[in-house]
T-cell receptor, first 114, second 115 residues
Framework: AQSVTQLDSHVSVSEGTPVLLRCNYS??????LFWYVQHPNKGLQLLLK??????LVKGINGFEAEFKKSETSFHLTKPSAHMSDAAEYFC????????????FGAGTRLAVHP | GAVVSQHPSWVICKSGTSVKIECRSL??????MFWYRQFPKQSLMLMAT?????????EQGVEKDKFLINHASLTLSTLTVTSAHPEDSSFYIC???????????FGSGTRLTVV
């Protein structure tokens, strides 16, 4: 069965400093992995996705994630945080056995301080 | 890019009434649509998966008679919350999948408040 674990429920950084949001996955298949961002009372926006191509995936707004099979990790990073990055971030894996439905992690709330 | 329109964005209804939420894919054919529920400060919980022209597949614990899902066309899916009660108050989000491009696009969500 597929699952994801987001290791931090809250992360707080100062503006201009690096961001690291951690995610570990469990999958019986070669996984497809995603990071989504959600601002308050809004839908979800795709930041990036990994689908067995390059292990370093670049996304929008300066975010990137590296797929590490040996560590079963897919951590999200950004070199320099911006105030507008404050939001909820979800690490997601797709389940090819169930209409490719998405399985969400619990989420990480990112706070950015001036 | 792919766009999913979800309406209404918010709705307040009286207990015992029914509410319909629409999810439309505007520029692609959504072979599969997903409906999620999100409680405050929590993650998304998948309620059901629907494929065009067939019955929805509900996740364990989700009442199919209470949450009616219709996916009559490749661009429209609806979720009807029947006989709504205050405990049904939540944020509902749809997602449409285009298998050809293997993408998932989310609607902007509907805040349902039952009073």
């Amino acid at each position: 069965a597929q699952s994801v674990t987001q290791l931090d429920s809250h992360v707080s950084v100062s503006e201009g400093t690096p961001v690291l949001l951690r995610c570990n996955y469990s999958s019986s298949y070669s996984p497809s992995l995603f990071w989504y961002v959600q601002h308050p009372n809004k839908g979800l926006q795709l930041l990036l996705k990994y689908t067995s191509a390059a292990t370093l995936v670049k996304g929008i707004n300066g975010f990137e994630a590296e797929f590490k099979k040996s560590e079963t990790s897919f951590h999200l990073t950004k070199p320099s945080a911006h105030m507008s990055d404050a939001a909820e971030y979800f690490c997601v894996v797709s389940d090819p056995g169930g209409y490719n439905k998405l399985i969400f992690g619990a989420g990480t709330r990112l706070a950015v301080h001036p | 890019g792919a766009v999913v329109s979800q309406h209404p964005s918010w709705v307040i209804c009286k207990s015992g009434t029914s509410v319909k939420i629409e999810c439309r894919s505007l520029d692609f054919q959504a072979t599969t649509m997903f409906w999620y529920r999100q409680f405050p400060k929590q993650s998304l919980m998948l309620m059901a998966t629907s494929n065009e022209g067939s019955k929805a597949t509900y996740e364990q614990g989700v009442e199919k008679d209470k949450f009616l899902i219709n996916h009559a066309s490749l661009t429209l899916s609806t979720l009807t919350v029947t006989s709504a009660h205050p405990e049904d108050s939540s944020f509902y989000i749809c997602s449409a999948s285009d298998r050809l491009n293997y993408g998932y696009t989310f609607g902007s969500g509907t805040r349902l408040t039952v009073v």
